[in-house]
């Protein structure tokens, strides 16, 4: 079975630059997430897509941050424009669970992640 | 954002020493803990979920402890050996209906031949 798939694997890009990241989730997958891993931080969630719809975007910063999931599979992640601190490690995770009830702990499957430096 | 800890942040460890560390969460709405074990240029992988208080999980020689009313988790490895060098990483997830995951900073291993 394919892994999650993204790209590219490395960005550096000057700030108030765009920049997008791809992510291709486990065939079947209903749930895609973006995480941001900060150096010497765990990884935080960004985004959450169920299908196409979003679950949760709470900790998105809306302001320069968007994230599409169309078709329901392939997912790009966006910052527009850039800022020093947006650098990082970018993961995408997919999970197989459409529906959630009592007793679902449904593994996330990584990408092996967009590493972005900002300058 | 709940405070997810883990310690020690970085451990240098011989070839063929067992090791072991600590994830802390809260104790309140628990609903699950995850590992995740992730090496150098590669993808995280899932290694162990564990929702019962008491709940332990072995996998070769790696193994995990859950103690839900105090809020821990300790991760074990017996015999640790070069491949064992990563960062592994606990995520607690707060409850069932959804699978927000909220991850510790993570403890890097390095096994020295």
């Known amino acids: 079975e394919a892994g999650v798939a993204q790209s590219p694997r490395y960005k550096i890009i000057e700030k108030r630059q765009s920049v997008a990241f791809w992510c291709n989730p486990i065939?079947?997958?209903?749930?895609l997430y973006w995480y941001q891993q900060i150096l010497g931080q765990g990884p935080k969630l960004l985004i959450q897509f169920q299908n196409n719809g979003v679950v949760d975007d709470s900790q998105l910063p809306k302001d320069r941050f968007s994230a599409e999931r169309l078709k329901g599979v392939d997912s790009t992640l966006k910052i527009q424009p850039a800022k020093l601190e947006d650098s990082a490690v970018y993961l995408c995770?997919?999970?197989?669970?459409?529906?959630w009830g009592l007793g679902t702990t449904d593994t996330q499957y990584f990408g092996p992640g967009t590493r972005l430096t900002v300058l | 954002i709940l405070n997810v800890e883990q310690s020690p942040q970085s451990l240098h460890v011989q070839e063929g020493d067992s090791t072991n560390f600590t994830c802390s969460f809260p104790s309140s709405n628990f609903y699950a803990l995850h590992w995740y074990r992730w090496e150098t240029a590669k993808s995280p992988e899932a290694l162990f979920v564990m929702t019962l208080n008491g709940d332990e999980k072995k996998e070769g020689r790696i193994s995990a402890t859950l103690n839900t009313k105090e809020g821990y988790s300790y991760l074990y490895i017996k015999g640790s050996q070069p491949e064992d060098s990563a960062t592994y990483l606990c995520a607690f997830q707060q409850r069932a209906g959804a699978n927000n995951l909220f991850f510790g900073t993570g403890t890097r291993l390095t096994v020295i031949p």
């Open positions: 065939s079947g997958h209903a749930t």
């Open positions: 995770a997919s999970s197989l669970v459409a529906t």
